[in-house]
């Protein structure tokens, strides 16, 4: 299940292909880093949506040049504590301006939802928990920040200092 | 010898496996298993729907001396009958002893 | 001191709610353990041998009385009457509840204060020098700063999950008196040749397993670039810091492994990557945060130096306290007053609910409401006139705070050990106290002396850095302890050295005796231990330690 940033809960209609399998003709897909790496020229004549999934290990900068062919990038949290996709994100929003859809895959848990959208992510992937519990609430658990951060949200620093004197 | 030991969820207090899904506060309570049969008795207390009452819980090895359960290491002889020294000395989180006013702060 | 405007308020209201929140899914059984664990954490809340133990900010170490007050309260209210001050300069309480633990965060924001990040993979409780603002040696008050990174890191939406902890402290004075090369990153302020103020950068210093002494990786970072710079320098750890191996996930580590030249270069590339004009710090932020750390209206008539003088001839014991408790203050007639919580055989750092309330107290009358909190586990109060010390100093002994130590081989760092912490592998306090009581007798002709003991190889009780060094360690069920010698904070910062086997629990003081008497025996010319120890070397300290009786 997919939750997106607006907290509407929906189905993820990507496929995600794993290495060994065909590349379908049409319809959306991921792929791994090591598979568009091999199949790029074949992936470039796709005409539907294609995604990358990107382990939390690969500086942003190594796929900042490709970035126009992606609709989806794939983040990945192995285990909640290891938090090395949020600077992932953070630069692909800001530095590379990476504009499609920045999604939050593996151990992706309520309480963070907040600092991944921060940092750019705009959907995230969920279970079940995620209606029961109505994770969509931890977005507006804060107004005050106190970064400035890609999801644009004013920060206090800015907020005191008024609007930026050119 | 050995017996299972926690914290009770709600308060951090040092509670112990009784059995049948009961844990006690009371260290002489305890279920206690030989060595072979420990892990099933651990598997036991483990065991229940979320939230369960014990965080953590974990074998310890006890001798017993009569009545009672004596935790071997000394880890545990304090976790079962409270700090060494300072004001809490000799008390557990559970005691009801009123805090420790200024003038009863000596070790 | 920095007082909460309206952001700030309603920033730690939100955090009480979005806490109290995570404690109701937790009891409800929405959340397991695993999954609660780095959210109780993130508010400081560790689960101890005997209870749950909170952890509250105090950020670097200041404290007026409302707060002080609200302390007292809380652990008469839900704790047992006491509070453990820390290394961090933050006040830990070890007999707490869960189910209370929102209720006593919200009463915390109440008064300006909360208990984030005193814990867990994040930025920690960034410090400074207890002296802040009145040491006559500061180029410039380092609060400030101090404030701007406290803000800043709270709840950092990128660096939350670190691979590990990560500590900040920042020096402004000659002399460092909050161990800066010890913490992941320091900052020492100072004046460049054209004359601006701004920062020495250092980073890969800490304690634990691996002790390393932070290097320098920026000599000279503009004011207006601290945060993008401290930025870069996470960016850069958090993705390569080692997240495979706890004991090897400091930043010392990745330092260490990449060369201090090396991790300074990628941090140097990251920044000029970065846009750091959208963090830059304006000159008009930087005034209004140092206005918000003014100085009192001090009261400047002179202070009446014969009334001191005559105190001081009438009592001996008061002219000890005051050479060895008070320091020199930038306002002429005043002084800074270390109120010891070292009372000889006590616990190192502990301080009963009547204590804060009698320091709050004092701080009303005497200290325009200002305490701090040191690193060395003491309390300051940092504005006092002069000719109102002897009256301060009876009202401390009285109260069992008047202990003349400052600075002393009683004047003990310790953690709380295994008599209360889950991490421990030995006691420390009864280590702390029995050493005490045996050197009280001889602590004014040993002079400055700094004995510093940890249960575990954590190092809370930063024991590497002690002239002495004591780490408590579990050898086949049996407390036996580790002697360091060498050691030393602040400026001339060195990692102490293991002198040889481990000496039994009670074999400690008299251990300690014995390296004592050959410092005291081979001193030249009034020097402090670690220079004794670095001209003689290990040698002479070894044979009288381990000579067959």
Known sequence: MLLAEDGSLGEDHWRHLNDEEAIPASGPVTVSLAQWQKAE??????????????????????????????????????????????????????????????????????????????????SFVVGERAVKESWATAFGEFDVFYQEAPDGRPWVMRQRLGPRTP | MQIVTGNRLRDGAVIYFAGAGEWSPAIDKALAAEDDRANALLAEAQAGPPPHPAIGPVLIEVTRDGMHLHPVSLRERIRATGPTTGPMTGHTALDANPAPRADDYSI | MYRYDDFDHRFVDERVAQYRDQVRRRLAGQLTEDEFRPLRLM???????????????IPYGALDSAKLRTLAHITRKYDRGYGHFTTRQNLQLHWIKLE?????????????????????NSFRNTTTDPFAGVAADELEDPRPYAEIIRQWSTLHPEFSFLPRKFKIAVSASTEDRAA?????????????????????????????????????????????DLLSYIEAALRVYNQYGRRDNLYKSRIKILVQ????????????????????????LPDTYLAEMASAFVLPAYDRRPSDEAAVARAIAGSAAFARWVKHNTFAHKVPGHAVVTISLKPVGLTPGDCSAEQMELVADLADELSFGEVRVAYEQNLVLPHVRRD?????????????????????????????????????????????????????????????????????????GHHHLGHIGILGVDKNGEEVYQITLGGDAGNDAAVGAIIGPAVK?????????????????????????????????????????????
Request: glycine share 8%; hydrophobic share 45%; net charge neutral.
């Open chain 1, 41 to 122: 020229p074949a992936l470039r004549e796709r005409r539907d949506p294609l995604g990358l999934r990107l382990p939390n290990t690969i500086a942003p900068q190594e796929i900042a040049a490709d970035l126009a062919h992606f609709a989806l990038l794939v983040l990945s949290f192995p285990k909640f504590t290891d938090g090395r996709a949020y600077s992932q994100a953070r630069l692909l929003r800001t530095r590379f301006a990476y504009a499609g859809e920045l999604r939050a895959a593996g151990e992706v848990l309520r309480d963070q939802l907040l600092f991944m959208r921060r940092c750019g992510f705009n």
């Open chain 3, 43 to 57: 508010n400081g809340l560790y689960l101890q041998l005997h209870a749950y133990m909170l952890r509250i900010a």
């Open chain 3, 100 to 120: 209370d633990t929102p209720d006593i965060l919200a009463e915390l924001a109440s008064v300006e204060m909360h208990a984030i990040q005193t814990s867990g």
């Open chain 3, 180 to 224: 800066v090369k010890m913490h992941d990153l320091g900052l020492y302020l100072h004046r460049n040749e054209q004359g601006e103020v701004g920062f020495e950068v250092l980073a890969g210093g800490g304690l634990g397993r691996t002790p390393l002494l932070g290097q320098t990786i920026k000599k000279f970072l503009p004011r207006r």
């Open chain 3, 257 to 280: 492994s990449l060369g201090a030249q090396k991790y300074a270069d990628e941090v140097e590339a990251e920044w000029l990557a970065s846009d750091r004009a959208a963090v830059a």
């Open chain 3, 388 to 460: 109102a010390l002897y009256a301060l100093w009876q009202r401390l002994e009285a109260a069992g705070l008047g202990s003349s130590n400052i600075g002393l081989i009683t004047d003990i760092i310790c953690c709380p050990g295994m008599d209360y912490c889950g991490l421990a592998t030995a006691r420390s306090i009864p280590i702390a106290q029995r050493i005490a009581t045996h050197m009280a007798a001889k602590e004014d002709a040993i002079g400055n002396f700094s004995i510093k003991i940890s249960g575990c190889i954590n190092a809370c």
């Open chain 3, 505 to 549: 629990s009670d074999e400690v003081t008299g251990a300690i005796d014995k390296l004592i008497d050959v410092y005291l025996r081979l001193r030249q010319n009034g020097e402090r231990f670690p220079e004794t120890y670095r001209r003689i070397g290990q040698a002479p300290f070894k044979e009288a330690l381990y000579a067959p009786r």
